[in-house]
C-alpha cells in the first residue's frame, strides 16, 4: 500500500496533531474495536485536555478550519483503508503456510528460507519472510540479493561508506536518517516495510496499524505491504528495482 496523494506533504505540524489527537483521544472506539474517526469537536476536546489552544482547529464562528477539516478527512481515511483493505489482507498461520506452500511448490525456490524462532512442535519456516524471499528470487532476474542480512544497512559512494544506519531493524529511525540522507546527499533509498499476522496486528495491535498508517504519509517508508499483499504486489516492485538497476548500469 502505497501513500494517498490527499495526505502527503502536509508538513510536520499536520503530523504533530494527528499524534497529540490519536494519543489523547484513542485509536478505536472503546467496546467496538472500530477504527476511531475523530470529530472537529472531539479533537478540540483532545487539545483542551492537554492544555493546548483549539483555535487552529475551528475559527470563532463556529466553523472547522482548513487544518481541522484536513484532519477529519484523513481521520475518515485511515479507518477506511485500515478496515476494508488492511485487515482482509492479513494472514493468519494457516493462510501464511499455505501461500507459502504453495510458492514453494511453484517456484523451486534456491533461496534462503528461514525458520522461525519456536522449538519443538511450534518450528515452522518463518511464512512472511520466506515469501518475499521466494517472490525476489522469481522477479530479480539473477540480479544478487542478500537474502538473510544480519548488518547494519551502509550507503556508499564511489566504494567508501557514506551513511550507516543505526539500527538494523527500526522503521522509524530508518526513516528519519533516510529523509536525512536525501536532503543532505540527494539520495533517495526505496524504503519499504512488509507486516502480518492478524492475531498481532489487528486483534491486539490497531493503534500500531495507526500509526503506520501515519508514518506512510509522513513519508518515512515508501510502502507498506500487509500481509498477502505482498504476493500482489512484491513480484512488480522487484522487477521496477531490476529496471532501475540495468538503466544504472548503462
Not at 175 to 194: F, K, M, N
Request: hydrophobic fraction near 35%; proline fraction near 4%.
Amino acid at each position: 500500500m502505497g501513500p494517498e496523494k490527499r495526505f502527503m506533504n502536509l508538513g510536520k505540524e499536520f503530523w504533530a496533531n494527528v499524534r497529540t489527537i490519536s494519543q489523547q483521544s484513542g485509536y478505536t472506539v472503546r467496546g467496538t474495536g472500530q477504527i476511531k474517526v475523530h470529530s472537529v469537536p472531539g479533537m478540540m476536546a483532545a487539545m483542551q485536555s492537554v492544555g493546548l489552544g483549539a483555535d487552529h482547529l475551528c475559527g470563532t464562528d463556529g466553523n472547522p478550519t482548513k487544518l481541522g477539516n484536513d484532519l477529519h478527512e484523513y481521520f475518515k481515511y485511515r479507518a477506511h483503508v485500515l478496515t476494508t483493505f488492511v485487515e482482509p489482507r492479513l494472514m493468519d498461520v494457516t493462510r501464511a503456510a499455505k501461500t507459502f506452500n504453495d510458492l514453494r511448490s511453484k517456484l523451486n525456490p534456491q533461496c534462503s528460507l528461514p525458520m522461525n524462532k519456536q522449538k519443538g512442535e511450534k518450528a515452522a519456516p518463518a511464512y512472511l519472510t520466506g515469501i518475499v524471499n521466494m517472490l525476489i528470487e522469481a522477479n530479480c532476474r539473477g540480479l544478487p540479493c542478500d537474502y538473510d542480512p544480519r548488518v547494519l544497512t551502509t550507503v556508499t559512494r564511489d566504494g567508501t561508506p557514506l551513511r550507516t544506519l543505526a539500527r538494523r531493524v527500526d522503521t522509524l529511525l530508518d526513516g528519519l536518517e533516510l529523509e536525512e540522507l536525501r536532503e543532505h546527499e540527494s539520495i533517495d533509498v526505496r524504503h519499504l516495510l512488509r507486516v502480518d499476522a492478524h492475531y498481532t496486528w489487528w486483534t491486539c495491535g490497531r493503534s500500531y496499524l495507526c500509526r503506520l498508517v501515519d508514518m506512510l504519509h509522513m513519508g518515512y517508508v515508501d510502502e507498506i505491504l500487509f500481509g498477502y499483499e505482498v504476493v500482489e504486489r512484491l513480484p512488480s516492485i522487484v522487477r521496477d528495482w531490476v529496471r532501475l538497476y540495468r538503466k544504472r548500469s548503462r
